[in-house]
């Protein structure tokens, strides 16, 4: 199949600066609190760097919890502090690139934990490295998922993530299904990664500012497909083009090495 969206990227060299990552473990976990992802990151990213964990992705869903990276504030929370109590919402400052998201049942996140200084990303502070190539790649990944599932997907240029057009009376609107914020530690590992909303409860997109860009839309695939895959079934076609686009021979895994828990 060919992607024109690929198109869209015009500097190839930094589509092609991140060589192929030879192995992968994939592990699907289901459901798991926010800060129990977060710690199991950071051990699997040391692990991952000590050359002791191959390199890995974790796929899985959040109860509801917005999550505010490095570019955001508490300013783009809408709800009240009675609100977010009330609907269980927890709410965390993180280490991520980007501003406000919203993770809950019925998204699909994923957190890839790569080598990417061993895999081709230098630069003379590698903290301030440009990453841009890594999260190409991962936009690419889950356009080409949605495009799998018949929904037309794309990038848009200046903005990270991936958008489609949502239908409206005259003329097709550019909405958000992908969010991406990443972070590459000072070991070259990353941490964070990208949301994909499959079937979420879209009313908690009401309480923020998504991304912190004003008029930002979101939408979610079962919006497209009736009847939708379930978030584990997406999960399984993510890992298969994670796989593709990466060049890495990943390993399906349901439960986590001994030694680690969650």
């Known amino acids: 199949m060919i992607y024109p969206e690929l198109t869209f990227i015009k500097n190839k060299e930094v589509w092609n600066k991140m060589e192929t990552i030879s192995s992968c473990l994939i592990y699907?976990?289901?459901?798991v609190e926010y800060q129990q992802a977060w710690d199991l990151q950071n051990l699997l990213a040391e692990q991952i760097a000590a050359g002791k964990q191959p390199p890995s992705l974790l796929l899985l869903e959040h109860p509801h919890t917005y999550t505010i990276g490095r570019r955001g504030g508490r300013e783009h929370i809408l709800w009240s502090e009675e609100e977010i109590k009330r609907r269980g919402i927890a709410v965390f400052e993180v280490d991520r690139g980007g501003d406000i998201t919203y993770h809950g049942p019925g998204q699909l996140v994923g957190y890839p934990l790569l080598p990417l200084a061993s895999a081709g990303w230098q630069g003379e502070r590698l903290p301030?490295?440009?990453?841009?190539?890594y999260v190409r790649k991962l936009e690419e990944v889950l356009i080409r998922t949605l495009v799998y599932y018949g929904i037309e997907a794309y990038r848009r240029?200046?903005?990270t993530g991936v958008w489609v057009n949502k239908p409206a009376e005259e003329v097709s609107l550019p909405v958000k299904i992908s969010s991406i914020g990443v972070k590459v530690d000072a070991k070259g590992v990353s941490r964070h990664g990208f949301a994909l909303?499959?079937?979420p409860e879209m009313v908690y997109w009401q309480g923020i500012i998504p991304c912190g860009l004003d008029g930002v839309q979101m939408t979610a695939m079962a919006e497209w497909l009736s009847p939708c895959p379930s978030v584990q079934q997406v999960a399984q076609e993510?890992?298969?083009y994670f796989e593709s686009v990466f060049g890495c021979a990943a390993e399906w895994q349901t439960a986590l090495p001994a030694g680690l828990h969650r």
């Open 28 to 31: 699907w976990l289901g459901e």
């Open 128 to 133: 301030q490295a440009d990453f841009v190539g």
């Open 157 to 159: 240029e200046g903005l």
């Open 197 to 199: 909303n499959v079937q």
């Open 238 to 240: 993510v890992s298969r």
